[in-house]
C-alpha cells in the first residue's frame, strides 16, 4: 500500500495479488481519498485497503469454486447484437424478467456446484454483501446482470425511468438465487423458483413461502409527494413561501448549482439517489469549471469532469465546491422535512472539509491616486460622442463614486426616481416597477452631490428622456439584462476591463469597491454613523434613538456635499 498526493486530493494505491491479477486485469488499484488532509487520507485508506481485502477474499472463494474464474469475464454482452430503440416496461414485465433471469442461473449454475465448506462460505459471504448492497438502496451489483440479460434475449432497452425497477427486481432476483443455493449446499432438494418473492429471506428459511403475483408494487413505499429529480425539486423549494425573500439572483444561482448536480447523478429522482452516489458527487464536483455552459453540460459533462481532473487549476475554488454541498444538503434536508423521501441519504457519506480558509481578496476603498488614474483617463476625456451606451457608463462610474450605491441600483434607475424636495435635488432608490433593493434599508434618499450638478448629470437625464421612447423609463436604457434579469452584468464587465488596462489589477478592487470608498472618507471626515447609513442604505443598530425621528434631506445634502470630497480629483 502506498498513499500519493497528486495536488487536488491523496491517492492509496494498493498492489493485486498476482493470483488475482488475470480477473482485476492490472497490477494496482488506485482510489482517490478525496482530502489533501493526510490524517484524513491514512484513516480512510485503512477502510479502502479492508474493503479491497475482503473483495480479494471473495474473488479467491470465487476461484476455489468456478475452477475457470476467467470464464466469467469473457462475455462481451456490449458487442452483441440488439434492436434499436428503448421501451418503458410495465411492472408485470420486469417481474417476469427476473423470475426467468433467477431461473436461469438456478438451472446453469447449481448442479454443477460441489457441496464442500468453501463453496458454502463463498455464497453466504456473497449473500451477505448482496443483502447490505439492497438495504443501501445500492442496486449496482446486477446492473451487468441486467444489461447481459437485455442484450442475450434481444430485448430492447429499457428506459432511465424503469431500469431503477428492473435493477431493484434483479438484485431481489439475485439474492432469492443466493439463498436457494446456501439451502441446496446445506442439504435440500435443488427446485427451480416458480414465483419472485416479495422480500428477502434469510437462507435458514424453507421454501414454504405463499406465491407472489407482483413485485415491485408492493415492495414500492407509499409517498404522498411526487419522485422528481433535484431539478424539479430546487424549483419547488425556491418557491415556498418563506423563501421570498431571497432574490432571484440568488435563487437562479442555487438552481444552476442544483442542475449541475443533476446531470452528475445523471437526473435521478431523489428517492432513488444512494448514499454511494453522493459520495462520488462530493469527489467529482471539486473539478468542475468556475463558468458551466449549461448546453454544453448537458451533452459533456463527463469530459468537463475528466478535463478537470487532469486541469485542477482550471477548477471551481474549494469555497465553491463548499457551496455546492451546502445547497445540495439543504435541499435533501428540505426534502425529508416536506416528507420527500423518508431518509436522508447525506447523512451517511463523508464530506471532505474543503479549505476555505485562505486568505481572499476582500473589496477594497479607492486611494486618490488609483481615482486619478481612473477619472483622468482617455475613456473619461472623451466621452462626449454618440455612443449612448459609453455615456452610460461614463456616468454609472461618476454616480458610484458619488453616492455609493450599488451597481444594480445605479443600473435600474428611472427617470421618475431623479426628483426634488424643499429645493434639493435627489436620487431615490425603491422598489416602484419591479426595481430590486437589496434590503428594506436600501430604500432611501440620495442627494445629487453638487459635484455631479457642475458635471452635467442633470442635463444628461434631460437628453436621455428626450431620447427615450415613450414606454422606457430607465435612466440607462441601453444596458441589456442577463439571463437573471440583472442590468449591472455590462457595466460590471466594462469597468473590470477599464481597471485591468489602467493596470488597477488587484482583485479587490472592483465597482463596489467605490461604495467602501465613499463610506471611508464619510467617516473619515467625522460624518454621523447614523447619517453614513442613511445615505448608503445600510441596516443601523437595535439601539431605539435610530427608529424614532427622521433626517432631512437639507442634512444629508449638507453632509454629501461637505464630507464626501475628494481633494484635486476635478479641476473646472
Known amino acids: 500500500m502506498h498513499l500519493y498526493n497528486r495536488g487536488s486530493s491523496f491517492y492509496v494505491v494498493v498492489n493485486v495479488p498476482c493470483d488475482l491479477i488475470p480477473i482485476y486485469r492490472k497490477k494496482q488499484i488506485w482510489v482517490s481519498l478525496r482530502t489533501k488532509d493526510k490524517k484524513i487520507a491514512n484513516i480512510r485508506s485503512a477502510m479502502i485497503i479492508s474493503k479491497l481485502d475482503h473483495q480479494f477474499l471473495i474473488e479467491r472463494q470465487k476461484m476455489s469454486v468456478f475452477k475457470n474464474a476467467h470464464i466469467r469475464f469473457t462475455l462481451d454482452y456490449n458487442g452483441m447484437p440488439r434492436p434499436q430503440g428503448t421501451s418503458n416496461y410495465n411492472d408485470v414485465q420486469i417481474e417476469h424478467c427476473a423470475l426467468d433471469f433467477c431461473i436461469e442461473k438456478t438451472e446453469k449454475e447449481l448442479p454443477d456446484l460441489s457441496k464442500d465448506f468453501s463453496t458454502l462460505q463463498y455464497y453466504k459471504n456473497l449473500h451477505d454483501e448482496y443483502v447490505l448492497a439492497y438495504r443501501n438502496n445500492d442496486f449496482h451489483l446486477v446492473q451487468d446482470a441486467v444489461d447481459i440479460y437485455i442484450a442475450s434475449h434481444k430485448m430492447l432497452t429499457p428506459t432511465k425511468e424503469c431500469l431503477p425497477v428492473f435493477l431493484k427486481s434483479f438484485m431481489l432476483a439475485y439474492i432469492q438465487y443466493l439463498e436457494m443455493a446456501i439451502n441446496y449446499l446445506q442439504g435440500a432438494e435443488l427446485k427451480c423458483p416458480t414465483h419472485l418473492r416479495p422480500q428477502m429471506f434469510s437462507y435458514e428459511q424453507t421454501s414454504s413461502v405463499a406465491p407472489y403475483s407482483i413485485k415491485i408494487p408492493a415492495q414500492t413505499e407509499v409517498y404522498k409527494k ?178 455609493g450605491a450599488r451597481l444594480n441600483e445605479i443600473c435600474q434607475l428611472q427617470f421618475d426616481d431623479i426628483q426634488e424636495e424643499d429645493g434639493i435635488k435627489f436620487i431615490s432608490i425603491n422598489e416602484n416597477d419591479g426595481k430590486h433593493v437589496k434590503t428594506k434599508a436600501g430604500i432611501r434618499k440620495i442627494p445629487i452631490h453638487q459635484e455631479l450638478i457642475k458635471l452635467g448629470f442633470l442635463e444628461f437625464v434631460n437628453f436621455m428622456k428626450k431620447q427615450s421612447p415613450t414606454k422606457n423609463k430607465r435612466i440607462f436604457m441601453d444596458l441589456e439584462p442577463n439571463t437573471r434579469g440583472e442590468l449591472s452584468a455590462q457595466p460590471s464587465k466594462w469597468f473590470g476591463k477599464l481597471l485591468d488596462s489602467l493596470g488597477l489589477k488587484d482583485k479587490g478592487l472592483v465597482f463596489h469597491s467605490f461604495r467602501h470608498t465613499v463610506r471611508t472618507i464619510l467617516r473619515n471626515n467625522n460624518c454621523p454613523i447614523d447619517r453614513v447609513q442613511r445615505l448608503c442604505g445600510w441596516e443601523g443598530s437595535n439601539s431605539l434613538s435610530e427608529h424614532y425621528g427622521t433626517i432631512s434631506i437639507k442634512v444629508l445634502a449638507d453632509e454629501i456635499n461637505g464630507k464626501l470630497v475628494y481633494e484635486g480629483l476635478f479641476t473646472y
Open 226 to 403: 411526487p419522485n422528481l429529480t433535484l431539478s424539479e425539486l430546487v424549483k419547488v423549494y425556491n418557491g415556498e413561501a418563506s423563501r421570498h425573500n431571497i432574490s432571484e439572483a440568488q435563487k437562479d444561482k442555487i438552481n444552476k448549482r442544483i442542475d449541475t448536480i443533476n446531470l452528475l447523478l445523471n437526473n435521478k429522482k431523489i428517492r432513488d439517489i444512494t448514499a454511494d452516489d453522493l459520495q462520488e458527487l462530493v469527489y467529482l464536483v471539486q473539478f468542475l469549471p468556475p463558468r458551466l455552459n449549461k448546453t454544453e453540460a448537458y451533452s459533456n459533462i463527463q469530459k468537463i469532469i475528466e478535463y478537470g481532473k487532469k486541469h485542477p487549476e482550471n477548477c471551481i475554488s474549494d469555497k465553491t465546491a463548499s457551496d455546492y454541498i451546502q445547497n445540495l444538503k439543504t435541499l435533501f434536508a428540505w426534502a425529508y422535512k416536506r416528507k420527500y423521501i423518508k431518509e436522508n441519504p447525506i447523512d451517511e457519506i463523508d464530506i471532505p472539509v474543503f479549505e476555505t480558509t485562505k486568505t481572499t481578496a476582500k473589496y477594497q476603498s479607492f486611494t486618490v491616486q488609483q481615482l486619478q488614474t481612473i477619472f483622468h483617463s482617455d475613456f473619461y476625456s472623451k466621452h462626449w460622442d454618440n455612443n449612448r451606451q459609453r455615456r452610460s457608463f461614463f456616468w454609472i462610474g461618476l454616480l458610484g463614486l458619488y453616492t
